[in-house]
């Protein structure tokens, strides 16, 4: 893939291009880059054209300026859509990546071709019970980053990969997630329950692992319940970051969902 860098912005971005192709963005989750998206890299890279980045504070992207903050995520993606002259693209989100591809299907949703979002929650309508939940369980894992990396990821590994190839991937790349770039994270709650849930015009995949926290699996299932007519799937033998745990069973369900929005038009 070619690496290039947003002007303006910390944002550092990888592009895989196939002539005639529709184009695929793969948000990573928190505390690794957009290397978990490797094995779909390579799966889909001779079908699609392919965009993925590093959040701000993850990978490369950690070159920030004074004020920068992940709320500006989706604005920073449509630059990057503008300077590659991509119209349309399918949108995958895998946690926190999940939560910043809603972001910008709320902002900018006439740039979405479909949306696919996994160990993720409903930005639009994110339960107060859960959302408390979530921060407690987020405050825990920040004291062990600041105590010390190296605990902090191999307590993250478990929480976020189920196999333990998946786990160690994940380790790997959570070592080298800096302290700093926790304050960059701080300004995330202000894309939960902020703006009206419009009807969506393109089609919505949501989904986690069976293996997942239980407060995960209630997250889809209540999403399921607000938007009905989305698919929804729970995959077998994956924890969290299943696109990690089971990449064949992962590809294939995506496969089979872009198929299926194709033969709609």
């Known amino acids: ?24 963005l793969f948000i990573h989750a928190a505390f690794v880059n957009h290397n978990m998206f490797q094995p779909q890299i390579s799966y889909f890279q001779d079908k699609y054209n392919i965009l993925t980045l590093d959040i701000i504070g993850h990978g490369k992207s950690t070159e920030a300026q004074k004020g920068d903050r992940i709320d500006q995520m989706s604005a920073w993606i449509r630059e990057i859509l503008k300077t590659e ?53 987020q405050m825990i894992m920040m004291l062990k980053a600041f105590i010390s990396v190296k605990w902090f990821a191999k307590s993250n ?33 202000s894309m939960v329950n902020v703006r009206q849930a419009k009807p969506r015009k393109y089609p919505l995949l949501i989904g986690c692992g069976e293996h997942d926290i239980p407060m995960e699996l209630s997250a889809v299932e209540m999403w399921k319940k607000n938007e009905p007519e989305c698919c929804l799937i729970i995959f077998n033998g994956a924890g969290h970051c299943v696109n990690m745990d089971v990449p064949n069973q992962f590809n294939a369900a995506m496969e089979e969902f872009w198929a299926n929005e194709k033969g709609r038009h």
């Open 157 to 189: 590994q478990k929480i976020s990969a189920y196999t333990l190839q998946a786990q160690k991937e994940f380790y790997g790349m959570n070592i080298q997630f800096p302290k700093k770039s926790f304050m960059y994270l701080a300004s995330l709650g």
């Open 1 to 24: 893939m070619e690496q290039y860098h947003l002007e303006g912005s910390p944002i550092v971005y990888y592009v895989s291009r196939k002539e005639k192709a529709e184009w695929i």
């Open 85 to 137: 002259k991509i119209d349309k693209i399918h949108i995958v989100g895998i946690s926190l990546g999940a939560v910043l591809a809603q972001d910008f299907a709320n902002q900018y949703p006439e740039a979405v071709q479909s949306l696919a979002c996994f160990g993720g929650y409903d930005i639009n309508n994110f339960d107060v019970k859960l959302q408390k939940e979530n921060s407690a369980s």
